[in-house]
């Protein structure tokens, strides 16, 4: 899939930023640091949920160890699988709550989504 095991670096560290960045504009939004806007919010929403699928089919293979992935990814194999997976399902639901328009369930689903992606920071990614 990847040339060469520093492309699956740039490219798993490319969806991060991305993903940092498009989540972020939401969670200002949920935060009340920008105002709200329901059309953005759901249009940063389908962008997460797309890109919080892109790193976990390749991008951690076996060979591709470096940059900030702590070698725990290819020794709890099971464990990386099951956060990443509820990344997925976060983001999935993230983007259900956006087009409701309620921006209660918004909050809340912005901060279950932090927590997931903090908490496979803290178990997987150097500091
Ligand atoms: C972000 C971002 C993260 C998460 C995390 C949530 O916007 O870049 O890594 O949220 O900070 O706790």
């Known amino acids: 899939q990847f040339a060469k095991p520093e492309d699956a670096v740039k490219y798993r560290q490319s ?7 498009h989540f972020g504009r939401i969670a200002a939004m949920a935060n009340g640091r920008v105002p709200y806007d329901k059309a953005a919010v759901i249009a940063n929403a389908e962008l997460v949920a797309t ?7 390749g991008a951690y293979a076996p060979g591709t160890e470096g940059g ?17 997976d509820k990344l997925v399902s976060d983001t999935a639901k993230l983007l ?7 921006l209660d369930a918004l909050k809340a689903a912005v901060s279950s989504t932090g ?8 178990a997987f990614r150097a500091k």
């Open 96 to 102: 259900t709550v956006a087009k409701t328009g309620d």
């Open 51 to 57: 890109i919080s699928q892109l790193p976990w089919s």
């Open 115 to 122: 927590d997931t992606c903090k908490s496979c920071h803290d």
């Open 68 to 84: 900030k992935a702590k070698p725990e990814i290819w020794k709890d194999t099971a464990r990386f699988k099951e956060t990443s």
């Open 15 to 21: 969806s991060m930023f991305l993903q940092g960045q």
